[in-house]
């Protein structure tokens, strides 16, 4: 079975964030909030790495750590079904994917200090997230049919994580047009599921994902949303590298057939 465009870009993702976060052998990483588990499953088996995943989903938790045991990647991968405040022990990577936006703005200084408190003195960190160029209340409908609680950061919000801590940004990139992009694939593919899904949810239903995924599309397109990439380490941490030529390998990363994909988000 050919391999999509969009699971061509998934994948490439998945590897960008693992150059972002100078990922090699033997490393230790901690993942706040791992969805299905798709990244550290990945970091674990392409980068050699341990991974400690945190996720407060119960489904989401019992399936990501079936698929480590049916891959033989329990050794390597830890799904732990609890907080990311309760996060222990020290890393040499931190990672977020997809999280931040469900934080609440008013604990990123939590989440700055469980950073503080788990990456190693030469660690390195990166969060992806939602966000806005502005400080912005969630869309109503949205916050009311979607994602209740969810908030998109802008950069300055985003700070309060840091600057407490003495966290230096190394890099930020904005992937705004990307995820629009993304949406647009997964806008197509839900329509030509829609059947499946009435089988399973009301027209209601069918007829409000169909509406976010297409405001989001515009919202992005628009910039009223961005998706940004912080990678950030200790403000004393000199071993980093004097220029960007690791995120861009001559040789391009095979797409593993079977892989199965993270969120975009």
């Not at 990672?95 to 660690?123: Q, W, Y």
């Not at 950061?153 to 003495?166: A, L």
């Not at 089988?199 to 919202?219: K, N, P």
Request: hydrophobic fraction near 40%.
């Amino acid at each position: 079975m050919p391999i999509s465009p969009l699971e061509q870009a998934q994948v490439a993702k998945l590897h960008h964030v693992c150059r972002k976060l100078l990922l090699q052998p033997g490393d230790t990483v901690v993942e706040a909030g791992c969805g299905w588990g798709g990244l550290a499953l990945f970091m674990a088996k392409n980068y050699g790495v341990k991974v400690k995943a945190y996720n407060i989903s119960k489904e989401q938790v019992a399936h990501a750590h079936c698929r480590a045991e049916n891959e033989g990647m329990a050794g390597q991968v830890e799904y732990v079904l609890d907080d990311y405040r309760n996060i222990t022990g020290q890393f040499d990577a931190f990672v977020s994917v997809g999280m931040l936006e469900h934080v609440g703005k008013n604990d990123f200084a939590t989440l700055g200090e469980v950073i503080d408190r788990c990456l190693k003195p030469d660690g390195r960190g990166l969060i992806h997230s939602i966000g806005r160029n502005q400080p912005a209340p969630m869309n109503a409908w949205i916050e009311r049919r979607i994602f209740p609680g969810a908030y998109p950061p802008s950069i300055s919000e985003m700070m309060h994580i840091f600057e407490p801590n003495h966290l230096s940004i190394l890099d930020i990139e904005n992937l705004r047009l990307h995820y629009a992009k993304t949406l647009q694939h997964w806008l197509e593919r839900y329509q030509a599921n829609e059947d499946q899904i009435l089988s399973m949810m009301d027209r209601e239903f069918v007829r409000t994902w169909r509406l976010y995924l297409a405001g989001s599309i515009a919202a992005f397109n628009v910039g009223e949303l961005q998706l940004f990439q912080v990678v950030f380490s200790r403000s004393n941490n000199n071993e980093l590298p004097w220029s960007r030529a690791h995120l861009y390998p001559a040789k391009v990363e095979p797409i593993a057939p079977n892989s199965e994909l993270v969120d975009a988000g």
